[in-house]
């Protein structure tokens, strides 16, 4: 026999949830099993469907319909929506935290957002809060017997903060040089900063390291590009990176008699013939000018808050607006 559990369409942002025990037919066989989204002929929602053997008899709860199903009222009223909270619950004593799902009816206006980060208490935050249909089977979810709302439990034992590294790891299907960020379990006592220049037990160089809160919902780490990778968490930068780029120091003129100097690293082309120099004043067009240029090692870190990537793909980072013209005063002092 088959076993479905429906919701039926209701008013005022209510449905009704019912269990539909019905006869196995041939046509059911391609019929999707477990949590599902599906509509019936009515437009009412199927949420989940299970095969169930027809050797037990059929207690009062259940009601014969005139079509020879049977049915059981679960929930009477159900709001159509809920507010969903992700919540992080932390143990202070291990450094570890539990991550869970409450679901609730929708109340007020309330911060809607997959980046908060609002501390509820008892060691409690709130990192996400969504609204999402009523259109999941109740077998997922646990209600609280004390507030009422739906929980379910996404991650047990996590670690409360991590030790972010910024490492280049050569790729050996592609031969070329990643830039990678890898998240690992926390560990006291490690170099911290934005040039550590070492190497990890696989040979790949680490530029930075950093201790990150563990406190990104399960949504937005998805949205960066997090993967999971043996234990740890892992985003690729950059699939081509350079052994050495070109670094120029260019000044931009700007209105009111200022001008802007940046750093800006580009790619080094093996081909390419590059002028060096300290004392360079190449004129780009539309203010822009180069006045020095070198070639260095790909060995910092470009994830720091001082380097940015431009439109052009390139690295750059601002060194402040400052005149563009000075007065120089030559001054002999104690003569009166």
Same mark, same amino acid.
């Given at each position: 026999?088959?076993?479905?559990?429906?919701?039926?369409? &209701?008013?005022?942002?209510?449905?009704?949830?019912?269990?539909?025990?019905?006869?196995?037919?041939?046509?059911? *066989?391609?019929?999707?099993? &477990?949590?599902?989204?599906?509509?019936?002929?009515? &437009?009412?929602?199927?949420?989940?469907?299970? $095969?169930?053997?027809?050797?037990?008899?059929?207690?009062?709860?259940?009601?014969?319909?005139?079509?020879?199903?049977?049915?059981?009222?679960?929930?009477?009223?159900?709001?159509?929506?809920? $507010?969903?909270?992700?919540?992080?619950?932390?143990?202070?004593?291990?450094?570890?935290?539990?991550?869970?799902?409450?679901?609730?009816?929708?109340? !007020?206006?309330?911060?809607?957002?997959?980046?908060?980060?609002?501390?509820?208490?008892? !060691?409690?935050?709130?990192?996400?809060?969504?609204?999402?249909?009523?259109?999941?089977?109740?077998?997922?979810?646990?209600?609280?017997?004390?507030?009422?709302?739906?929980?379910?439990?996404?991650?047990?034992?996590?670690?409360?903060?991590?030790?972010?590294?910024?490492?280049?790891?050569?790729? +050996?299907?592609?031969?070329?040089?990643?830039?990678?960020?890898?998240?690992?379990?926390?560990?006291?006592?490690?170099?911290?900063?934005?040039?550590?220049?070492? !190497?990890?037990?696989?040979?790949?160089?680490?530029?930075?390291? *950093?201790?990150? +809160?563990?406190?990104?919902?399960?949504?937005?780490?998805?949205?960066?590009? =997090?993967?999971?990778?043996? @234990?740890?968490?892992?985003?690729?930068?950059?699939?081509?990176?350079?052994?050495?780029?070109?670094?120029? +120091?260019?000044?931009?003129?700007?209105?009111?008699?200022?001008?802007?100097?940046?750093?800006?690293?580009?790619?080094?082309?093996?081909?390419?013939?590059? +002028?060096? @120099?300290?004392?360079?004043?190449?004129?780009?067009?539309?203010?822009?000018?180069?006045?020095?240029?070198?070639?260095?090692?790909?060995?910092?870190?470009?994830?720091?808050?001082? =380097?940015?990537?431009?439109?052009? @793909?390139?690295?750059?980072?601002?060194?402040?607006?400052?005149?563009?013209?000075?007065?120089?005063?030559?001054?002999?002092? @104690?003569?009166?």
């Amino acid at each position: 026999m088959l076993k479905k559990r429906y919701q039926f369409k &209701g008013e005022d942002g209510v449905v009704q949830r019912k269990l539909i025990l019905r006869f196995r037919l041939p046509q059911d *066989r391609k019929s999707q099993t &477990g949590a599902v989204i599906e509509q019936d002929l009515n &437009g009412n929602k199927v949420v989940s469907r299970k $095969i169930v053997s027809n050797n037990k008899p059929v207690d009062s709860t259940w009601v014969q319909l005139n079509n020879g199903q049977l049915e059981k009222i679960v929930s009477q009223e159900e709001p159509e929506a809920y $507010i969903e909270e992700e919540i992080i619950i932390i143990n202070p004593k291990t450094g570890k935290q539990e991550r869970k799902l409450v679901r609730r009816p929708y109340e !007020n206006d309330e911060e809607i957002g997959d980046q908060l980060n609002e501390s509820i208490g008892n !060691n409690q935050k709130v990192v996400a809060r969504r609204i999402v249909q009523n259109d999941s089977s109740l077998n997922e979810w646990k209600k609280n017997q004390k507030t009422g709302q739906l929980e379910k439990i996404i991650v047990q034992n996590e670690p409360a903060k991590y030790i972010e590294e910024e490492v280049l790891v050569m790729n +050996e299907e592609t031969g070329k040089m990643e830039r990678k960020l890898i998240r690992k379990q926390y560990q006291p006592g490690l170099n911290v900063g934005n040039n550590i220049q070492e !190497n990890d037990s696989y040979g790949n160089k680490i530029l930075a390291r *950093r201790i990150v +809160e563990n406190t990104s919902s399960t949504q937005q780490v998805e949205k960066e590009g =997090w993967k999971s990778n043996q @234990g740890n968490y892992e985003k690729t930068l950059s699939i081509h990176e350079p052994t050495k780029f070109i670094e120029e +120091e260019v000044i931009i003129m700007r209105q009111g008699g200022k001008q802007e100097r940046k750093i800006i690293r580009r790619p080094l082309d093996e081909d390419e013939n590059i +002028e060096e @120099g300290e004392q360079l004043l190449e004129d780009l067009g539309e203010g822009y000018y180069v006045v020095s240029r070198k070639i260095v090692d790909n060995d910092l870190s470009l994830t720091s808050t001082k =380097w940015k990537k431009n439109n052009d @793909g390139n690295y750059e980072q601002s060194l402040g607006v400052e005149p563009s013209q000075y007065i120089t005063e030559e001054v002999l002092i @104690g003569q009166q």
